[in-house]
């Protein structure tokens, strides 16, 4: 990587991959430099904005992530595809529900639910309500997303989650029967299902799900695994949950 930059010191790409190795050994003052030259050379590259995003993030510069937010806002021009993929970016960097990157992801998502109405800006501040915490409104998004044919699948799916995250689990399992029911052979969705029985010690309905899926995914085995833990876990046999795992 080294041998690359000095024989090309201006690639976006070397400076990218140079900042998150930096980053990678906490090596923040050298990462910083590597990302700022990238943003200077290359300010319409996503991937450098993410990892000046990062950089900021993980040295807890909340003016300095905030500058940033800025900047590429204005950068961006038009650009809402851009905008989103950031927020997006943003949102999984988000640490605390009432920090002040949680209001700045929301304020940014807000944005570009006022300028675009479609249902991937809709489910993209519904993401960012997730992070913080904020389960009615995330819901009330998954809802609105629901009626652009082109979210709607993953506008139920998120609805089910979120649910079930804000222990409304007879509305959650409503709400994952339904999206089961429109496709089937989501094995994640249905796994979750199992899980979400376990959380709402309907132990007999998760018991019946894990079932379920391991006869139709005999070679899982994952999904074995977990199933035989869980129903050890639901048996009050904590010592076999040890041994399932081993």
Known sequence: LMLGLMRFPDAPALLVAHATDALAHRQ?????ASASRALTLAPGRLDVWA???DIAARRGHADALSALIHDADKRLGDDLAARRELVSHLT?????PDG???????????????RD???SSRLLRARVHVARGEWDAATHDADAARRDPASAREALRLKADVLSYAGAYDASFAAYREY??????????????ARVYGWAQRYDEARAQYATLVAAHPSDARLRLEANAKSAYFAGKWQEIGRAHV
Not at 28 to 32: L, V
Not at 100 to 114: H, K, M, N, P, S
Request: hydrophobic share 45%.
């Open 51 to 53: 990892t000046a995003f």
């Open 28 to 32: 923040y003052d050298t990462a910083w």
């Open 117 to 119: 109405s479609s249902g």
């Open 92 to 96: 999984s960097l988000v640490d605390r």
């Open 180 to 193: 089961l029911s429109s496709y089937p052979d989501d094995l994640m969705a249905a796994r979750q299902l």
């Open 100 to 114: 002040r990157l949680a209001d700045t992801t929301l304020a940014w998502a807000q944005g570009i639910v006022e």
